[in-house]
């Protein structure tokens, strides 16, 4: 795995999440191969038909001199139509966002988790949080009884 927006779950309920491929240019992938990516404000937009992951920050590959890559230049994601139809749908919905989760790896080709999420209020938030920790201290308790 190359990045995670950690920030995502905590801000959205996620309540669907794919799997998609993202076209980048060499110095792109150079640089993502050496961990640095930024997700924390990236989110994706439905643009005629094609999802774009906009916000992410890839920074210039300090090697790649005059072929380097603008950071913050919107990226296609590369889905199926009959994807991009339901995900667009669901995205089209009110208060629905997409949002990138992990960046990562597999088999050579550089993959964007992304997820269908709905904002969360702040009492959202604690109420998650509590909830967290609950399951948390009962987990040790368990532990510390074996």
């Known amino acids: 795995m190359v990045?995670?927006?950690?920030?995502?779950?905590?801000?959205?309920t996620?309540?669907?999440?794919?799997?998609?491929g993202i076209a980048l240019v060499g110095s792109e992938v150079?640089?993502?191969?050496?961990?640095q990516v930024s997700l924390n404000e990236a989110y994706g937009r439905v643009r005629e038909?094609?999802?774009w992951l906009l916000g992410c920050d890839i920074p210039e590959y300090t090697?790649?001199?005059?072929?380097?890559?603008?950071?913050?230049?919107?990226?296609?994601?590369?889905?199926?139509r009959r994807e991009i139809r339901r995900f667009a749908a669901r995205a089209m919905e009110q208060g629905l966002?997409?949002?990138?989760?992990?960046?990562?790896?597999?088999?050579?080709?550089?993959?964007?988790?992304i997820g269908i999420g709905r904002g969360r209020q702040k009492h959202?938030?604690?109420?998650?949080?509590?909830?967290?920790?609950?399951?948390r201290e009962i987990r040790?308790?368990?532990e510390r009884r074996r």
Do not use: W
């Open 3 to 12: 990045a995670q927006n950690r920030k995502a779950r905590h801000d959205y």
């Open 14 to 20: 996620i309540l669907e999440t794919l799997e998609c």
């Open 30 to 35: 150079k640089s993502m191969r050496s961990g």
């Open 49 to 51: 038909g094609e999802v």
């Open 63 to 80: 090697e790649a001199n005059r072929f380097n890559h603008n950071p913050r230049r919107p990226r296609k994601l590369l889905l199926h």
């Open 97 to 113: 966002t997409l949002v990138p989760l992990k960046v990562y790896f597999k088999g050579g080709k550089a993959k964007v988790l």
């Open 124 to 135: 959202d938030k604690r109420e998650e949080l509590k909830r967290t920790q609950a399951r």
């Open 140 to 142: 040790q308790q368990l």
